[in-house]
């Protein structure tokens, strides 16, 4: 297939539609209530150091891996595999994995396109906290809405996914990735102006390395494992779309800027908010749709700030659904030969399907549990401390003890029309030291 028929277009569409990939819940949601829970400070330098020296590497990789394989994730292993039937079941694996962590995340997405709502109706203003945790807990304890909104938001990312790569994907992430760094900094002006917030700014910047604990650590490198989508098939799908011609090692530094810059601004427009208010930083979860909305009814103009909040919040779990949508899609147009209309249909439905049961274990299908976890908390479990990273576990494997070096070596290089520095670090990096973190994630899921 022709590269201008399938690829992005240019080179900052590929940066921000990978970078929409990566940003989503985990930088706006997960990312701020582990912050809270570590520390702050301290838990925020491990993370980047664990973004810097395993996350990039391990995006580098997909990259490679994709573009290489000029194909969706089945056929690129089977591309470069030269059809082992063994490494093309790790494509198969991807997909398995990418299923079942749309299925939950869309739960996810479907409370925040019910709370954007609840802020443009003003439905939040004026309530106390405990009447924003009872409103929190009767929708998602519904049999209804939370299923209706979890479908609303996945037909959303189906029409966008069906429109296209270069049509749909590359072109929306080209007007939303811009505009949410333009509500987060706006949010960040808002939160730094209320008094007290300088306390907030002392909790994310200034470390503290005796709150640190070998938990954090762990929670650390997770997090800049899962917080860029690796292990799923997403970017290696998304390499596959990366022109010829581009750096890879400069898009993946650019989408990890941007995923950590995501990360770093939520922070700076929740705790100094939090602390100003008096909440509580280590709330959890619950962080941004029981805390926040309280904060929102306690400072001036708070729901117009709130609506910011919730719009950006949105637009940052649609480009990740993109992106999870997109690697089904894109093997089901390429291996199975539907067209991609057919195929966002047909996939969305089986997501929907599945989600369904997510959805409903917070309420009528709560008792329904194995070893204390509902449905919902069974397919987090399972992907984030499983499936992912031992995806990314053998994607290393396969490229840094399988793939001819001078292979890699070759891609990363343009073909030998780009100096490669810092080559043996990488490949040292991908044999070693990121197998080892990827191991440890491994290891320490069974004691979740």
């Known amino acids: 297939m022709a590269e201008k028929s399938r690829g992005f277009t240019s080179y900052i569409g590929a940066i921000l539609a990978a970078a929409g990939g990566a940003v989503g819940l985990g930088n706006i949601w997960r990312f701020p209530y582990m912050l809270g829970q570590n520390g702050g400070g301290a838990f925020l330098l491990i993370y980047i150091f664990f973004v810097l020296f395993i996350g990039i590497p391990l995006m580098m990789t997909e990259f490679i891996i994709g573009r290489r394989g000029e194909s969706n994730v089945i056929g690129s292993y089977r591309n470069l595999s030269k059809g082992n039937k063994g490494w093309i079941t790790l494509g198969i694996f991807s997909i398995v994995c990418a299923l079942m962590i749309y299925a939950f995340y869309s739960v996810v997405a479907g409370w925040t396109l019910n709370y954007l709502i609840l802020a443009c109706r003003n439905q939040l203003n004026g309530l106390s906290t405990e009447e924003v945790a009872q409103t929190f807990n009767t929708f998602t304890q519904g049999s209804f809405y939370p299923v209706l909104f979890q479908f609303l938001f996945i037909a959303i990312t189906g029409g966008v996914v069906a429109m296209g790569v270069q049509k749909g994907i590359e072109k ?137 909040f919730f719009i950006l919040l949105n637009i940052a779990t649609l480009t990740s659904t993109m992106s999870l949508l997109e690697i089904l899609v894109s093997t089901a147009v390429e291996e199975l030969h539907w067209k991609r209309g057919t195929a966002s249909i047909l996939a969305s439905i089986l997501v929907f399907g599945m989600g369904i049961f997510c959805t409903l274990s917070f309420g009528p299908l709560k008792d329904v549990t194995i070893g204390g976890k509902n449905i919902f908390d069974i397919f987090d479990l399972i992907t984030a401390s499983y499936l992912m990273p031992i995806g990314a576990l053998l994607m290393t494997i396969f490229l840094g003890w ?35 973190a990827l191991i440890v994630i491994l290891i320490s899921g069974f004691f979740k």
């Open 172 to 308: 929306f992430s080209k007007i939303l990735i811009p505009i949410l760094f333009i509500l987060l900094l706006l949010m960040c002006v808002r939160s730094l102006s209320l008094k007290g917030a300088s306390e907030g700014l002392k909790f994310v910047f200034n470390p503290d390395f005796s709150k640190i604990t070998g938990k954090s650590l762990l929670d650390a490198l997770g997090q800049s494992f899962f917080s860029l989508s690796l292990g799923i098939g997403a970017m290696i799908t998304y390499g596959s779309y990366i022109r010829k011609g581009d750096n890879l090692f400069k898009s993946s530094l650019w989408v990890a800027i941007c995923d950590l810059g995501v990360a770093i601004l939520a922070s700076i427009v929740i705790f100094p908010a939090v602390f100003a208010l008096g909440m509580n930083p280590a709330d959890g979860p619950k962080l941004v749709y029981i805390v926040l909305p309280n904060v929102f009814n306690n400072m001036p103009m708070g729901n117009i700030f709130a609506i910011v």
């Open 402 to 436: 399988f793939y001819p070096k001078t292979e890699v070596r070759a891609e990363l290089s343009n073909d030998g029309k780009r100096k490669v520095r810092a080559f043996e670090i990488y490949h040292f990096i991908l044999r070693y030291m990121a197998p080892i």
